[in-house]
């Protein structure tokens, strides 16, 4: 997957939305293969003109440490929580109705650290944007952050 990739697929997503007569979307994107950046994302929705909220997804924790995605597309934490700051000063327009907001998104507790959900909780609350994840959907799930957490 390359940066245009994700740009056409959210275009074209967020084409198919609008013509269904969606005004706003949202999309948990948390892989970042090949220098592809949530920029890309919400400049499809920008081009496009209909409100995103685009979250800036993170998982940390590969396979070696436990998690379920593989070491391939785990990211550094410092380097999340740096483009997790930089995305919101760049794109994220708090008034109601805005055409562009980030929302932060550690993807789930078995994919990022327990002090990355803690710094991203964090950040959102500093700069006052949403912050999501998914939490045990799954009794596996469940009984994970329950042993780990």
């Not at 920029?39 to 979250?55: F, K, T």
């Amino acid at each position: 997957m390359q940066p245009e990739d994700i740009y056409i697929s959210t275009i074209t997503a967020l084409a198919e939305l609008a013509l269904s007569g969606c005004t706003t979307a949202s999309d948990h994107l948390y892989i970042f293969p090949n220098g592809s950046r949530l920029d890309d994302q919400i400049q499809a929705g920008l081009d496009i003109g209909l409100r995103l909220h685009a979250s800036r997804g993170s998982m940390s924790r590969g396979e070696s440490q436990g998690g379920l995605p593989p070491d391939s597309v785990v990211e550094d934490e410092d380097f999340i929580l740096m483009d997790s700051q930089r995305l919101v000063e760049q794109y994220h327009d708090p008034n109601p109705g805005s055409m562009t907001q980030v929302v932060l998104a550690p993807c789930s507790p078995f994919s990022i650290t327990g002090d990355l959900m803690m710094a991203s909780a964090s950040l959102a609350r500093e700069y006052g944007v949403q912050l999501h994840t998914h939490l045990a959907e799954t009794e596996d799930e469940e009984q994970f952050c329950i042993e780990l957490f």
